[in-house]
């Protein structure tokens, strides 16, 4: 099944970051695609997957290059899913 390790971070924002860095270096690809209206952290490359600009980015950057955003469906509210 191959080597099997474990990482213990600090924070959600340190966690998906290293997960991105993870996955950047398993893929060998630096895109990464994140969902509009989501929250990904503090961190400089997780507010670079954070869609919302206000407050969370407001003066800081640059940010990562290669984050694509794809819209996300919200079925409770969306009429296409019978929502209001």
């Known amino acids: 099944d191959g080597d099997k390790r474990t990482a213990l971070f600090n924070s959600g924002s340190e966690a998906v970051e290293n997960a991105v860095k ?3 270096t398993f893929t ?4 990464v695609v994140s969902f509009d ?9 997780t507010m670079a997957l954070t ?3 206000m407050p969370y980015k407001h003066g800081f ?8 955003r ?3 469906s919200y079925p409770f509210r969306d009429a ?3 929502g209001k």
């Open 37 to 45: 209206h989501a929250y990904h952290g503090r961190t400089n490359l």
């Open 70 to 72: 794809a819209p996300l």
């Open 51 to 53: 869609a919302k600009s």
């Open 28 to 31: 060998r690809k630096q895109a």
């Open 22 to 24: 993870i996955a950047r």
């Open 61 to 68: 950057g640059p940010f990562a290059p290669e984050i694509y």
């Open 80 to 82: 296409e899913f019978g």
